[in-house]
């Protein structure tokens, strides 16, 4: 049997309920592309759940994830270990896919490795998230990094979905990304480490290193084409599992970068405010290709449905 030229590639560790939402992520897949196949890397433990509880079949393949790349780094450095098929989407496991994925594909044949982002980050994007950012625009820290590092343009990564097509130039952006980092203090880039996260970022390192190799970034934001939306709940219907989704997407970018201010009262009175600017309130609504529930404070209908999912029989 031939193997599969493009699937998908999921990976979870951890507690349980990352699985869950691995597996909770390839039902919705399977409802609009059930010809792709999708592998899993994880612990045996995830793997043995998912057999345990009848969701093994949800994967064309599942595969061990050694304990040293059971992290965001970890993985995300060395995709090129990790490409089960020709072209590859990584994918993360909390996207709901709620429209066919195909014309994606036909975009992404162009890369020979690509991450969603935009072409431009800003200050904020691995810097500080609090009045510190201020020092980091007056000393102007992002360009001498940049200087540092020989690139002419630092774009921003999102991570949620990363397309690999070449291995070589995988494992080079890849070594690259895993080099950087460790070279961090040498940068402006603070740890996540020292925002209470529990895991190092790979976004900027990635982002360098594609700078650095001349590639090109996937257009997180363009309309009905994004390849993934941030879950917002204001902004979508949805019915609980997600079959029928609409989504309301601000064009203009500065009220779409509202979306991810926690309180609800702050973020509804500034899109009111910014939107009600002439010009600044134009919209769409339409089902997305997927919806990313990449925020903790916009988590709790993703974690219901990948509860709901997991307890229904095979």
């Known amino acids: 049997m031939d193997t599969p030229q493009e699937g998908y590639a999921l990976h979870t560790y951890g507690p349980e309920r990352f699985v869950r939402h691995a597996a909770a992520s390839a039902m919705t897949l399977r409802r609009h592309d059930a010809q792709r196949p999708i592998a899993l890397f994880c612990p045996d433990a995830h793997r043995e759940c998912l057999r345990a509880h009848g969701k093994a079949d949800l994967f064309e393949e599942i595969h061990t994830l050694p304990e040293e790349h059971a992290s965001i780094t970890g993985f ?148 009905r084409l994004s390849p993934q939306l941030d879950f917002v709940e204001d902004w979508t219907v949805f019915d609980p599992d997600f079959r029928e989704v609409t989504y309301r997407y601000y064009t203009d970018r500065s009220v779409y970068a509202l979306r991810g201010i926690r309180n609800r009262k702050l973020r509804a009175y500034l899109i009111r405010l910014v939107s009600g600017l002439p010009g600044r309130g134009d919209y769409q609504e339409f089902t997305p290709i997927s919806l990313h529930f990449s925020w903790l404070h916009y988590k709790k209908p993703f974690e219901a449905f990948s509860e709901r999912m997991w307890a229904r029989p095979a």
């Not at 496991?93 to 980050?121: H, M, S």
């Open 76 to 223: 995300k450095h060395h995709l090129h270990r990790f490409m089960p098929y020709e072209r590859t989407l990584f994918a993360d496991a909390d996207i709901v896919w709620c429209r066919n994925p195909d014309p994606l594909w036909k975009q992404w044949q162009a890369y020979p490795f690509t991450a969603t982002g935009l072409e431009r980050a800003d200050f904020f994007f691995g810097g500080p998230k609090n009045w510190r950012i201020a020092i980091d625009v007056l000393l102007d820290r992002r360009r001498q990094t940049m200087k540092r590092f020989g690139i002419s343009h630092f774009p921003r990564v999102q991570a949620g979905m990363i397309y690999c097509a070449d291995r070589d130039v995988t494992q080079s952006v890849c070594e690259t990304a895993a080099s950087l980092l460790a070279r961090r203090a040498q940068t402006h880039f603070r740890s996540r480490l020292d925002e209470g996260r529990s895991e190092e970022t790979c976004e900027w390192s990635l982002a360098m290193a594609m700078s650095q190799r001349h590639l090109d970034i996937f257009p997180w934001i363009q309309g």
